[in-house]
């Protein structure tokens, strides 16, 4: 009789085990596959979502481009209102520098109703020769526009412009901008300056930015840092990034453009398959820098290196205008 309730006991006990184990192996497949549910359609929304944010990149990276044209087109056309609003010559005036700074070309055009004949005097200064004078003469149908050039020597510290008509004279006054050559750490230390007095926009178009955050004394870092700085206080920072080139992948750009990207910089990697070997920076439209500076430790202090700092409005202009082509089709 004893032997008989062991045995049931023992039955009862090895059924229970079976069962629990049963029910326990069950419930954790149940699990597992509830998760792998949840994991797939995580994965699927963000798949979603990732693909939405690169849409959302590319329109705004195109809205952008496309208000900096339009803010631009609207400045010239301000400034054509008031020439002709003011205008008492019949002549309005448009001064530019040469891209290689040794000539000035003058636009020079009749707003009047009628044919007018215009001299064109340019007058420059210098330390040892204050006035110079050179002229141009051209006839003019109404509407006609016609450009001249003048040749500008290095010694210039100032020149200015003057349409002389039988109805009155037209002046435009240009101060010549300033270029500066800097050598090994002098565009270190020029360059971080500019950053922290932007006011309101930095563009930088760079083949090789490094950071290296683990790194206390690196320059690259520093100037990298400034332009987090200068998105957090408001300053418009757009950055265009080599990445694809006919070599390969510049992945030691990855670092640089995640780092900007989480602290509010407009960030954009060069994906054709070509060389973007430029080192530019455009400051407040009023300084670009242009040379032989990437932005990493090897360049910024190990190397020899040059750059040029400009401040002359054409050239400047030109720079910028050059980053939004390269911004639109990168």
């Not at 009789?1 to 184990?21: D, E, F, N, P």
């Not at 069950?26 to 509830?34: C, G, H, K, P, Y």
């Amino acid at each position: 009789m004893r032997h008989a309730v062991w045995i049931a006991c023992l039955i009862s006990l090895v059924v229970g085990l079976l069962a629990g184990y049963y029910w326990s192996y069950s419930s954790t497949n149940d699990l597992v596959a509830q998760l792998e549910g949840e994991l797939l359609s995580l994965q699927l929304n963000y798949t979603s979502l990732s693909d939405e944010y690169k849409d959302l990149l590319g329109n705004y990276n195109a809205l952008s481009y496309e208000l900096y044209e339009l803010t631009k087109a609207y400045e010239n056309l301000a400034l054509r209102y008031e020439a002709l609003l003011s205008n008492e010559s019949g002549v309005a005036l448009s001064v530019f520098l040469s891209s290689s700074l040794n000539a000035v070309e003058v636009n020079v055009t009749n707003t009047y109703n009628s044919s007018l004949s215009v001299v064109v005097l340019f007058v420059t200064f210098t330390s040892e020769e204050p006035l110079q004078v050179a002229y141009d003469v051209c006839h003019l149908e109404p509407g006609e526009s016609r450009m001249l050039s003048f040749e500008l020597t290095s010694e210039v510290e100032k020149f200015k412009v003057l349409a002389v008509t039988e109805r009155g004279a037209r002046e435009a006054e240009v101060e010549a901008g300033e270029t500066t050559l800097l050598v090994d750490e002098e565009y270190y230390e020029s360059l971080i300056q500019d950053l922290r007095g932007a006011k309101d926009r930095i563009l930088v178009a760079m083949y090789s930015m490094i950071y290296d955050p683990g790194d206390s004394f690196d320059y690259a870092n520093d100037v990298i840092e400034e332009l987090a700085r200068a998105a957090e206080r408001g300053v418009k920072v757009y950055v265009f990034l080599e990445h694809k080139t006919y070599y390969g992948e510049m992945e030691r750009n990855l670092e640089a453009y995640e780092y900007l990207l989480e602290h509010g910089v407009h960030v954009k990697l060069d994906e054709q398959a070509d060389t973007d070997h430029m080192k530019l920076v455009i400051i407040d439209g009023e300084v670009v820098y242009v040379g032989s500076h990437n932005w990493s430790e090897s360049a910024l202090y190990y190397n020899h290196e040059t750059t040029l700092r400009c401040t002359d409005k054409s050239v400047v202009e030109a720079a910028e205008d050059y980053f939004w082509s390269l911004w639109s089709e990168g």
